[in-house]
């Protein structure tokens, strides 16, 4: 059954109080140029999608409930002029910050093509790296991955991670335009350039993190910017390694969901261990005057996600012997 709002959009169907609530958005990928295309031909409103974010943080001010909010990632598009990029990014971090709270950003693939990995992480307010942890009230933790931690794009050329994330794409993909999936079959789609794994370090962190999340009785949900299942998004959007990572998440019994970004259609789906999988509809893709951007309640039971316009909204049940 699809969640209900009501006026003030703060109780549920079954009129339960939340735990807490935050916004959610994805893709804003500004730019300021001429509407586009992808490379499938799916429309692009570089323009607009400022103004999408706008209206979404008017909704999260005018709700007055919510904790923080969360972007999943690209905040500012690849084809925008390099030498527009600082002030871009500048741009749209201002409107985040018309936010009566916190926000809580991750990089994507987009916001690598515009600055350094260190600038970004500066400028979002990250933590001294792009992984990192919060606990918004005491029986829950977010979990903040760094999905371009080997990757080719974003680390100086010479740097282990990209010499890594290279070797990957010379094993996985024979084409000479590493973006391009042609010829590869099913999941093994996912071995492009504008994708990234979670790297060794990265990974004993987490593992770390939801053994202490499971020892304090927990729940954990995970944001990346890239998918970790096969079955909420398109093979060409995966985390190259989101095998390893799910295995480490079904460790435990902790985490109740994963959300990211970067599969523009957005996607659900619940997987084999009962682990909700929400790719949120990118901002991007909205044509003039339609939105992509919600927020979701958090009770100890579920987690129900309010989309506006183009983003569905979701009920997420977590599984019976998931429930303290
Ligand atoms: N089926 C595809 C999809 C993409 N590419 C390459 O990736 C670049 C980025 O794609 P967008 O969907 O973000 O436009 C694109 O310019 C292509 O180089 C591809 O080759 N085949
Ligand atoms: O946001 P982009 O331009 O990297 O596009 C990502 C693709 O839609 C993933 O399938």
Redesign the pocket.
């Known amino acids: 059954m699809p969640p209900m709002s009501c006026a003030n959009g703060y109780t549920n169907s079954h009129g339960n109080k939340p735990l807490f609530s935050f916004g959610v958005i994805s893709d804003v990928q500004y730019a300021d140029i001429p509407d586009g295309r992808?490379?499938?031909g799916v429309p692009r409103y570089y323009r607009h999608s400022i103004l999408v974010l706008q209206r979404a943080v008017r909704m999260w001010n005018d709700h007055k409930h919510l904790k923080f909010s969360v972007n999943y990632g690209d905040i500012v598009d690849g084809f925008c002029p390099k030498e527009e990029s600082r002030n871009a990014v500048e741009k749209v971090v201002l409107e985040f910050e018309k936010f009566d709270g916190l926000v809580y950003h991750m990089i994507g693939n987009h916001c690598l093509y515009n600055l350094p990995r260190n600038s970004l992480i500066t400028t979002l307010k990250m933590p001294g790296r792009a992984y990192y942890d919060f606990s918004p009230t005491l029986g829950y933790r977010f979990v903040v991955l760094d999905a371009y931690d080997v990757s080719a794009i974003g680390w100086p050329q010479d740097h282990p991670l990209t010499v890594e994330a290279m070797n990957i794409l010379r094993d996985k993909n024979p084409n000479s335009?590493k973006?391009?999936?042609?010829g590869l079959v099913g999941l093994e789609r996912r071995f492009?350039k504008?994708n990234g794994a979670v790297g060794k370090e990265q990974m004993d962190w987490l593992d770390g993190v939801l053994r202490n999340s499971t020892e304090q009785s927990q729940k954990v949900v995970i944001c990346c910017h890239l998918p970790l299942d096969p079955d909420a998004a398109t093979p060409?959007a995966l985390l190259w390694n989101y095998e390893e990572v799910m295995d480490v998440i079904h460790r435990y019994k902790c985490v109740k969901a994963c959300f990211a970004g970067h599969d523009h259609k957005g996607g659900y789906s619940i997987d084999s261990h009962g682990v909700h999988h929400r790719v949120l509809e990118a901002a991007l893709e909205c044509p003039p005057e339609s939105n992509a951007f919600g927020y979701v309640d958090a009770y100890d039971d579920r987690l129900v996600l309010f989309g506006t316009d183009r983003m569905a909204s979701t009920e997420m049940v977590f599984g019976p012997e998931d429930i303290d």
């Open positions: 992808s490379f499938l335009d973006n391009s999936p042609d492009l504008f060409e």
